[in-house]
C-alpha cells in the first residue's frame, strides 16, 4: 500500500465517524511533503448546524489554527468525495498544494465531474489534483449511506401514512 493509499484509509475511517453522527460521510486529511497529519476532519453541517462545515472546511480551519496562518502552502488533502465549489474555493484561498480525492461526485464535483474550478487558468493559485485514490472503497461508503437514508425515508413514509 502506498502513502496515498494509506492516508485515503485514514480519510475513510474519519467518514465513518461522520456517518456515526447521521452526517454524509465524508473524510478529509491535510499531510506535509513527508506525509506527516497536520489536520483532520469530517463532514459536521448537520451536528455543528453549519452549512460551511464539510471535511475539507473544518481541516482547514484546524490546520490554520494550529500552524498560526491561513496560508497552507506546501501542504496536501486527501478527501473521500470530490471536493465542491465551495470546498475548491477554500482549497484555492488556503494554497493548498495538493488535491487528492477518491470517489468522483457526479452531481456536484468541482474538480471535473461538473464543474472544473480546480484547474480555471483565471485563479492567482493552482491546485494539483489527482482524483480515484481507493475510490470503489470511498465510493461504496456514500452509496450505502444514500441508500439505507432513502430507505428509513420509505419506511417512515409508510408508517406515517397507515
Wanted: charged share 25%; proline share 2%.
Amino acid at each position: 500500500m502506498d502513502n496515498n493509499e494509506l492516508i485515503m484509509n485514514r480519510a475513510i475511517e474519519l467518514a465513518l465517524e461522520a456517518e456515526k453522527l447521521g452526517e454524509v460521510p465524508v473524510g478529509a486529511v491535510i499531510v506535509d511533503d513527508n506525509f506527516n497529519i497536520v489536520a483532520e476532519g469530517f463532514n459536521r453541517t448537520i451536528t455543528d448546524h453549519d452549512p460551511s462545515a464539510h471535511a475539507e472546511i473544518v481541516a482547514l480551519r484546524k490546520a490554520g489554527i494550529k500552524l498560526s496562518n491561513y496560508r497552507l502552502v506546501d501542504l496536501s488533502i486527501y478527501v473521500t468525495l470530490e471536493p465542491c465549489c465551495m470546498c475548491v474555493g477554500a482549497l484555492i484561498h488556503s494554497r493548498i498544494k495538493n488535491v487528492y480525492f477518491g470517489a468522483y461526485d457526479k452531481k456536484t464535483g468541482a474538480c471535473s465531474s461538473v464543474f472544473s474550478l480546480s484547474d480555471d487558468i483565471r485563479h492567482n493559485h493552482h491546485l494539483n489534483v489527482k482524483g480515484g485514490i481507493l475510490e470503489n472503497e470511498c465510493a461504496q461508503i456514500l452509496s450505502s449511506f444514500f441508500k439505507r437514508r432513502r430507505l428509513e425515508k420509505k419506511n417512515a413514509k409508510l408508517l406515517y401514512s397507515s
